[in-house]
């Protein structure tokens, strides 16, 4: 969702120009949004109860939307300390041109010390594309006053000059992603994926040949998503790499010739075909076998080739028209 549609209780209750005009003695404290799980108030107690839909006045709970990892410009700025007398130019200014997203904490708490490492990371992944601007409470109260802040840690995003989403408390890293995207959206910023670094050093493992710790990366990776198709596709590449070590190919290609029927040879066969840049021919050798056999080499057959298309890319045209013809075969 874009923040940009969502943010009228946020101008209604945040007075960003109490920060440009108005002196301290001029403004009295006004009643905030309801603290979420994994925050604190400002006595340091922690507050109950997860994160819910914004009332008016209140901050709004994380977005769950799908992930969406974010990249940037290397060599901006990512992370700031913000003063009250830095606010200005440093957030309302700065965000008119890149979105800024603010931090409030403490050091007194807990939840914070959690929350905020996970943010400068993402600033940094971003590498200047927003900016994190952290604010001690404790040491700038008229800013925390003028947002309302009554539980930490608590998240503003600000896109030209203007809050457009929040959220208060302790969310994860999955959710914290998407919620960085939606900022970005909404500050006219061109978001690509960023390199993830646990499928990098899997990636370097695979490629340096240590398949075991590859193997191990990605299946990690598959633990925390299931559905990730770069992790399946290199656990796929791992046992096509280990299927084919020390063999002969001369020899598996007689094998394959002298036994065309034969779901082993027919599959080691196709490997190599895969390996050497000929996966049309991989997979159309697994169809036809699977065409000729039935039972449980027909099965075998099957799996195999469907093994194959993992190590593929999964908008591989060769693959499209691959799984039509192994569709045709079985029914």
Known sequence: MDPRTTPSFLRGAVDLSALRERPAADRTAES??????????????????????AAAGQAPASPTSPAAPNGGVPGGVTIIDVTEATFQSEVLERSLT???VIDFWAEWCGPCKQLS??????????????????????????????FRVQGIP????????????????????????PWIESVLNAGGVEVAAPEDPTLLAADEALMGGDLD?????????????????????????????????????????AAAEAAPDNVAAQSLAADLEVIGGHAEQAYQRMVDLVRRTSGDDREAARAHLVSLFSVAAPDDPAVTVARRALASALF
Not at 32 to 49: L, V
Not at 160 to 169: E, K, S, Y
């Open 32 to 53: 905030g949004p309801a603290s979420a799980a994994g925050s604190q108030t400002a006595d340091g107690s922690t507050a109950a109860g997860p994160p819910g839909p």
């Open 213 to 253: 710790e590859a193997e191990r990366a990605y299946q990690k990776i598959l633990a925390e998503r299931p559905a990730d198709a770069v992790a399946e596709a290199g656990l796929a590449q791992i046992g096509l790499m280990r299927r084919i070590d020390g063999v002969d190919p001369a020899a598996v290609v």
């Open 98 to 100: 890149t979105p800024v």
């Open 154 to 177: 608590m998240v503003f995003a600000v896109v030209g000059g203007q809050p457009v989403d929040a959220f208060t408390g302790v969310i994860p890293e999955a959710q914290l992603r």
């Open 117 to 146: 490492p996970v943010l400068e990371k993402l600033a940094i992944e971003g590498g200047g594309s927003w900016v994190l601007a952290k604010i001690d409470i404790d040491a700038n109260p008229r800013i925390a006053q003028a």
